[in-house]
């Protein structure tokens, strides 16, 4: 299903044949649960390696922003490792801290000449974020982002799980 340059896919973002993946990643870029496992454990230990070069170098990565490494194993050759916030119910900069998660992610791309994307559901499992409300703004923050980017030729949002599908995939209809 498309809309634009946007699309929707029910499936394993590891999988993705793409210039880069998107991983939810937390602050210390220190590998976790959900997708964020799932991408360092079929990525392999060269994620983790880079990972930690960035954290050594710079702390980790704050909450909003997005950082770049290798894909490792992975079949996209980069990983872009956004931080989405923990929601805390909405009063704490949640929204705006998840829509630059997603024009962060576009931005780091666009520096590195990327082209195709593919991003998860960020912060919409362990962090507790609202699903409807995070795909509101993940479409609206891409969007918004890809009119500032012409050389980004697609963008596809990978639901792991049904109720993100449908809900994605009722937004880009």
Avoid: K
């Amino acid at each position: 299903m498309t809309g634009e340059h946007l699309q929707v896919v029910h499936g394993d973002i590891t999988r993705m044949e793409v210039d880069a993946i998107v991983n939810a990643a937390n602050s210390g870029l220190l590998g976790g649960g959900g997708v964020d496992g799932a991408i360092h454990g079929a990525g392999g230990p060269a994620i983790m390696e880079a990972c930690r070069a960035i954290r050594d170098a710079n702390g980790g990565c704050p909450t909003g922003e997005a950082v770049i490494t290798t894909g490792g194993r992975l079949p996209a050759p980069y990983v872009i490792h956004a931080v989405g916030p923990v929601w805390h119910g909405g009063g704490q900069g949640e929204d705006e801290q998840l829509a630059d998660a997603y024009r962060n992610s576009i931005r780091v791309a666009t520096q590195h000449h990327l082209r195709t994307l593919a991003f998860p559901n960020i912060s919409t499992g362990i962090y507790g974020f609202p699903r409807e409300r995070a795909a509101d703004i993940a479409i609206a923050a891409v969007r918004e982002a890809l009119a500032a980017a012409p050389e980004i030729e697609q963008v596809t949002f990978v639901c792991f799980d049904d109720e993100n599908y449908r809900l994605y995939r009722e937004r880009l209809a």
